[in-house]
């Protein structure tokens, strides 16, 4: 049950947002339809959620987009410090994306390395074709 699986962490979201007692309900004095309604309810970044969801709880939508946003910035920085250096240069590394709850963006334990990007170099081709 729920409820015994995350005590708590109930408890302490049931405290901090609705100023509650759990025992209240092993007490008669809360209705097990009102307890469900109040836990369906609770926001998402209480214990609960931290418990249920992990780390992902921690990360609104809009950390997400800020994220993404850092991730795009570094891109373009990126791809105008390429555009701009030296021919003989060594190439630059592409940046890291930020880390992301639930998003492993190293190669897994097994030593499996993820497949390597296409590359990213048109063809003269696709160049002259692009600029004709």
Same mark, same amino acid.
């Given at each position: 049950?729920?409820?015994?699986?995350?005590?708590?962490?109930?408890?302490?979201?049931?405290?901090?947002?609705?100023?509650?007692?759990?025992?209240?309900?092993?007490?008669?004095?809360?209705?097990?339809?009102?307890?469900?309604?109040?836990?369906?309810?609770?926001?998402?970044?209480?214990?609960?959620?931290?418990?249920?969801?992990?780390?992902?709880?921690?990360?609104?939508?809009?950390?997400?987009?800020?994220?993404?946003?850092?991730?795009?910035?570094?891109?373009?920085?990126?791809?105008?410090?390429?555009?701009?250096?030296? /021919?003989?240069?060594? %190439?630059?590394?592409? !940046?890291? @994306?930020? =880390?992301?709850?639930? &998003?492993?963006?190293?190669?897994?334990?097994?030593? /499996?390395?993820?497949? %390597?990007?296409?590359? !990213?170099? @048109?063809? =003269?081709?696709?160049? &002259?074709?692009?600029?004709?």
């Amino acid at each position: 049950m729920f409820v015994d699986e995350h005590a708590e962490a109930l408890e302490a979201d049931l405290l901090r947002f609705y100023g509650l007692d759990l025992l209240d309900w092993h007490r008669g004095r809360l209705s097990s339809r009102r307890l469900a309604t109040l836990i369906r309810h609770l926001p998402g970044d209480g214990a609960v959620a931290r418990e249920t969801e992990g780390e992902a709880a921690e990360w609104s939508v809009g950390d997400y987009l800020l994220a993404h946003a850092v991730d795009q910035l570094a891109q373009a920085n990126w791809m105008f410090a390429t555009v701009n250096q030296d /021919e003989d240069a060594d %190439a630059l590394d592409p !940046p890291t @994306p930020l =880390a992301r709850p639930g &998003a492993d963006l190293l190669p897994d334990a097994g030593g /499996e390395q993820p497949p %390597a990007p296409a590359d !990213p170099k @048109p063809t =003269a081709g696709q160049l &002259a074709a692009f600029f004709s």
